[in-house]
């Protein structure tokens, strides 16, 4: 029953959207290329994009989409690549960001952030060394804008095979009529994906190699000596 009446609410919604709100999601493919790169995550683009913006004029309808990713050690966080689709004009951005959280809700944890700008249609972001140890955590990104005069940037979903868990969809304000607790994307766009991003960094020493480190330069001193 819950699900036919956000279905109808859906429905109502999109007829508007095209004039005057946000509308959940968009079609494309990016433009920019990736490979094989020592990353910690890898997931390729599609061309479905998700609403993942925080709406200065609109603020009901800010919306985000938050993806699980497991690291198996400890690692420093550097650049993160979010695959988007715009549909208006980035001039427009306030600012580009991305959260590290530790739950699949905007309302968790924030156990690490990143900025950085729009770059085409991706954002080009940095989390700049923040280290976070062994586990599984959610990513959410998205740009802040207005809709008027500036459209609508979406992050694009992976075409891979679904990892861990599929993404979830949070709009804690509830414009788009699914409430404002977190729900799994497949109850928003039918069918569960993850979302598509490239996720950089370096795994920390660990304090027996920091030792061996230490005692190879004092080593080194000695015989310089």
């Given amino acids: 029953m819950v699900r036919i009446s956000f279905v109808l609410a859906a429905g109502t919604l999109a007829s508007l959207a095209s004039a005057i709100n946000p509308q959940l999601s968009a079609t494309g493919s990016s433009t920019s290329t990736y490979g094989d790169r020592a990353v910690l995550v890898n997931q390729a683009p599609g061309t479905t994009g998700r609403v993942a913006q925080s709406f200065t004029d609109f603020p009901a309808f800010s919306t985000t989409q938050l993806d699980d990713f497991t690291l198996s050690g400890e690692y420093n966080l550097g650049a993160l690549t979010i695959f988007g689709l715009d549909r208006g004009d980035a001039s427009f951005n306030v600012g580009a960001f991305a959260e590290i959280h530790s739950a699949p809700d905007l309302t968790?944890?924030?156990?690490?952030?990143?900025?950085?700008?729009?770059?085409?249609?991706?954002?080009?972001?940095?989390?700049?060394?923040?280290?976070?140890?062994?586990?599984?955590?959610?990513?959410?990104?998205?740009?802040?804008?207005?809709?008027?005069?500036?459209?609508?940037?979406?992050?694009?979903?992976?075409?891979?095979?679904?990892?861990?868990?599929?993404?979830?969809?949070?709009?804690?304000?509830?414009?788009?009529?699914?409430?404002?607790?977190?729900?799994?994307?497949?109850?928003?766009?039918?069918?569960?994906?993850?979302?598509?991003?490239?996720?950089?960094?370096?795994?920390?020493?660990?304090?027996?190699?920091?030792?061996?480190?230490?005692?190879?330069?004092?080593?080194?001193?000695?015989?310089?000596?």
């Fill in 108 to 225: 968790s944890p924030i156990l690490a952030t990143a900025t950085g700008s729009q770059v085409g249609a991706d954002l080009q972001l940095n989390f700049g060394g923040a280290t976070l140890g062994p586990g599984t955590y959610w990513l959410a990104a998205y740009v802040a804008r207005p809709f008027a005069g500036g459209g609508q940037w979406y992050w694009l979903a992976s075409d891979q095979t679904v990892a861990g868990s599929e993404s979830f969809f949070h709009n804690p304000g509830g414009g788009f009529g699914a409430g404002g607790a977190p729900v799994p994307g497949s109850v928003v766009f039918d069918t569960p994906a993850d979302m598509a991003f490239v996720l950089e960094g370096t795994a920390t020493p660990a304090p027996g190699a920091l030792a061996l480190l230490g005692l190879g330069g004092l080593v080194a001193g000695r015989r310089r000596r």
